[in-house]
């Protein structure tokens, strides 16, 4: 198992954050879900809220975002916002 994932956070109109994390926290239409390297492939709908990242340096980056979606595969995780702003 990876000991970090890629993410890439993008609005609609724009790149938000993109970088190496340990961790994600993110809310779906399922619940508040966190997502981890080697976690399994999921796509999702998110809800309107806080995404946490823990970025590999050990530190914090939060972001609201306002509807859009998570998707995560092969360490890889995609947040596609509407709207995004950190």
């Not at 970088?19 to 239409?29: D, F, K, P, Q």
């Amino acid at each position: 198992m990876a000991a970090e994932l890629h993410v890439e956070l993008v609005a609609a109109d724009r790149s938000v954050w993109s970088g190496e994390a340990t961790l994600v926290v993110a809310r779906t239409t399922s619940g508040d879900i966190g997502v981890m390297p080697g976690h399994q492939p999921l796509l999702g709908v998110l809800e309107s809220g806080p995404v946490t990242i823990r970025t590999s340096e050990g530190g914090t980056v939060v972001a609201a975002v306002h509807g859009g979606f998570i998707s995560f595969a092969d360490n890889k995780l995609s947040l596609l916002a509407e709207i995004a702003e950190l």
